[in-house]
């Protein structure tokens, strides 16, 4: 699994720590241009804070701050001169180092002959003042993108190496921030020149490469001295404070893998009706490295000046072919956009596409904030995504553990909830839907599904239809069995983390379905609408009758009971099971949907819920089989490629393909 | 009659009557009246003439058929928007079960004699409806089946 960490080199810094006066600020800018640099940095132009040439220190936004949200930027006066007192204004060092139009080449044709001729990089020196730790992360970014695979920008490449880079560690935050998540800030840790920590008189200065050094035992001597450790302090804890205001506020671990589990969620079209696809996001984004070429011709069409120009992926013509494009609607553009910018880009570049930085919800007009829409999409699940199986006890063939009857309850005429304790702990951290093998000496050991998962042991619902089973239905308080397990694998539940859920069940199928059950009661935030239709034999068949009334007072669960038949005194529905929603007004888009029961029960349901859109994907199932062992050791439980007890008994119908319900299996 | 309008609304909001081309669905409102029934209705016994068929609007109905010794055993409930009495317009025109309201229940309400003529009359009503009659028998038949499987009867073990 992709996880959210960033390998970064280590830091570079090997010459101390300096304290650059306030003043020094000017003899820096000085330095660097009379090092024949275009000295970059952020201005006030237009009601923001913008990157453009710095002539003097004066032209430094001293006193300016800013206030952010989605949608909104405000500069601000500030109490003091601080020089970098704002966050990130709407413009990124792209702009600089991958501009906006960069001309390419030029193409002539003269008779017959074409000749085309590349435009040389641009040889500009530059320095860039104000580069915070998430701009350096977004020059990570772009350098993995565009400098660091079999082929290569060289005009990108020519820019980012003639830069020096002047970083400056973020003493201040604003609600858009979220470099903390994406783990590129705030600290300012690699890539970097010098960088500066603004004090209240001026600056506390690292120094990062040899280039830095330089200037710091040159030009920048005479305004500089060693740090004292309360500079030190003050600065690192200034910084601290920073992470401190900014929180977490993306969980972001796992991100990859849930975004790309949720490529049909409905949200995409909800977020897309507020998405005019105005494309702002991905200019303000420091990363967003997609163009297009855009060619000039004279008026008879013989010379040619292609150059490359930024585009979006939220352009309309920007996935057309010749039949059309390949992403017309809104939701498609924005799906795109955020899939690749936290998910796909793993799988590209090994990084994510997003720093953190914040100016896409600051600069959405509408308002649209990326962490909310991904909390929404991709929530974090407390349930890992594979979550870890405890590791079975006595799993050989000659083994069981013993454990006692403390508890048993009557089901009905013929089946029996037994509460068992002082097992393996094992037992107790089982997953929903695991089974046990369970044996009674002198009887063959059969697979039984755990039916809750207590502090220190399991419940087991057994139905007497065997000898051995009515051996087990007739254990009494205190009496022992032995176990093994817990075993198989377990119904997929972090699927249904948003998505809403429809359980199918029938008969003692409700079994290894009731733990989903209390797991969903005991964090139903996380899921959409869930609803359960349970079929029973006729009202006496019915289990945890009672049980259920509580899951749908109290845990928000839509219970649809129905039977096979009835008496007249039955006021509840008759019918299969499948009768119960098939006039249901529910859409299966968003359904991720669990059955269990009767393998003939199970594909009626099946083709019930594919004919409500719901895709195979997304419907689960456990399977039944003749099981002696459990482990996978005995070759009893075999379907097709499977063993149903080792790789079951829970499978999706895309997993089975047509070997479910195919007969002689 | 009642109100047209009404019914044709009343008739949109359910599985059977959604979606039916604007000229059946009026000709169907002007055969059709609403009923609210108590619950223990017998709307048709098993074997009689069926006079009327109905779309159940709200309520839930139990079809029913007399067992020997076993007394009366309910096959099938049905919610609303589905189909009853449909024995009504199929030859011979006896129920095939007992229809009784287990609940408070309102219904459509057609003549079944009225809507036989209408249907013979009416080639667009009738290839509106037929089809509709067919989905919601052969339905029925299908889970006839399944519940003829009796497959709780057998299921020992849950899952696993």
Known sequence: ?665 | MGDTAALVAALNATWFGSGLPPAAQTRLAELAHEEEYPGGTVLLTEGEVAEDVGIVLKGRIALRTLVPERGMVTILTIEPGDIWGWSAIVPPFRGTSTVVTIEPTTSVVFEGAALRIALREDSVLASAIYPRILVAVSRRLAASRLQLLDLFAHDATAGA
């Not at chain 1, 992709?2 to 820096?28: D, V």
């Not at chain 1, 007004?585 to 269990?596: K, L, M, Q, R, S």
């Open chain 1, 1 to 665: 699994m992709i996880t959210a960490e960033l390998t970064r080199p280590e830091r570079t810094t090997t010459a101390g720590r300096w304290y650059l006066e306030r003043s020094g600020l000017e003899t820096l800018v000085a330095a660097l241009r009379a090092d024949g640099r275009t000295v970059i940095g952020p201005t006030v132009a237009d009601g923001a804070i913008v990157y453009d040439e710095i002539r003097a220190s004066s032209d430094l936004p001293h006193g300016v701050g800013d206030v952010q949200a989605a949608g909104k930027y405000r500069l601000t006066t500030r109490e003091d001169a601080r020089a970098f007192g704002y966050v990130v204004g709407p413009t990124s060092w792209k702009r600089w180092v991958f501009p906006p139009l960069v001309e390419l080449n030029t193409g002539m044709r003269a008779g017959h002959r074409v000749e085309f001729t590349p435009t040389r990089p641009d040889p500009t020196r530059l320095a860039f003042i104000g580069v915070r730790a998430c701009e350096i992360a977004a020059f990570d970014a772009q350098d993995r993108v565009l400098d660091s695979g079999h082929f290569r920008d060289a005009d990108y490449a020519a820019r980012r190496k003639a830069a020096f880079i002047v970083a400056v560690q973020c003493t201040t935050a604003e609600s858009t921030c979220f470099c903390t998540s994406m783990g590129t800030g705030p600290e300012v840790e690699h890539g970097f020149d010098l960088a500066l920590t603004e004090l209240d008189d001026g600056f506390l200065v690292d120094v990062g490469s040899p280039a830095g050094l330089e200037l710091v035992q040159g030009a920048l001597a005479g305004s500089m001295r060693p740090a004292t450790p309360v500079e030190v302090y003050t600065a690192a804890a200034d910084v601290a404070a920073t992470r401190a205001r900014i929180g977490d506020p993306l969980p972001a671990a796992g991100l990859h893998d849930r975004l790309l589990a949720q490529l049909d969620h409905p949200r995409w079209a909800q977020v897309a009706e507020r998405c005019i696809t105005c494309g702002n996001c991905t200019l303000a984004c420091p990363t967003c490295f997609c163009t297009s070429v855009i060619q000039t011709t004279d008026i008879e069409g013989n010379a040619a000046t292609n150059e490359r120009a930024w585009d979006s992926c939220f352009s309309p013509g920007f996935a057309r072919v010749a039949g059309g494009s390949f992403r017309t609607r809104p939701r498609d553009r924005y799906r795109q956009w955020l899939t690749h910018k936290f998910g796909t880009w793993w799988d590209q570049f090994g990084t994510s596409g997003c720093t953190g930085c914040g100016r896409c919800i600051t600069w959405c007009p509408v308002g649209i904030d990326v962490r909310e829409e991904l909390m929404a999409i991709a929530p974090p699940v407390a349930l890992s995504p594979e979550p870890a199986r405890v590791e079975p006890v006595a799993a050989s063939f000659d083994d069981f553990v013993v454990a006692q009857v403390v508890g048993t309850r009557q089901e009905t005429a013929d089946t029996v909830t037994l509460t068992l304790s002082g097992a393996d702990p094992a037992f107790s951290k089982g997953s929903l839907g695991q089974f046990a093998m369970v044996a009674i000496p002198g009887f063959p050991p059969l697979p039984i599904s755990i039916s809750r998962f207590t502090v220190d042991g399991i419940e087991l619902t057994i139905r007497g239809a065997g000898p051995a089973t009515k051996a087990m239905c007739a254990l009494k308080i205190g009496d022992q069995l032995g176990l093994r397990g817990p075993l198989g694998n377990n119904w997929p539940l972090d699927r249904a983390v948003g998505r809403d859920l429809v359980i199918v069940t029938g008969g003692i199928g409700l079994a290894p379905l009731r733990p989903v059950i209390h797991a969903l009661a005991a964090d139903r935030r996380r899921f959409g609408d869930v609803r359960l239709y349970y079929g029973a034999r006729t009202p006496a068949d019915i289990l945890y009758h009672e049980e259920m009334r509580a899951w749908a007072s109290r845990g928000g669960i839509e219970v649809n009971l129905t039977v096979d038949r009835a008496g007249p005194e039955w006021d509840g529905n008759v019918g299969v099971v499948t009768q119960l929603f098939d006039h249901a007004t529910w859409e299966g888009a968003n359904v991720v949907a669990f059955v269990c029961g009767p393998e003939r029960m199970m594909q009626a349901t099946a083709n019930t819920l594919a004919g409500r859109g719901v895709t195979n994907s997304r419907i689960f199932v456990t399977l039944e089989r003749h099981m002696e062992c459990g482990i996978g050791l005995c070759g009893h439980c075999q379907m097709g490629k499977y063993f149903v007890c080792r790789d079951g008994p829970v499978f999706s119908l895309a997993q089975l393909g047509d070997i479910f319900g195919r007969e002689g299996i």
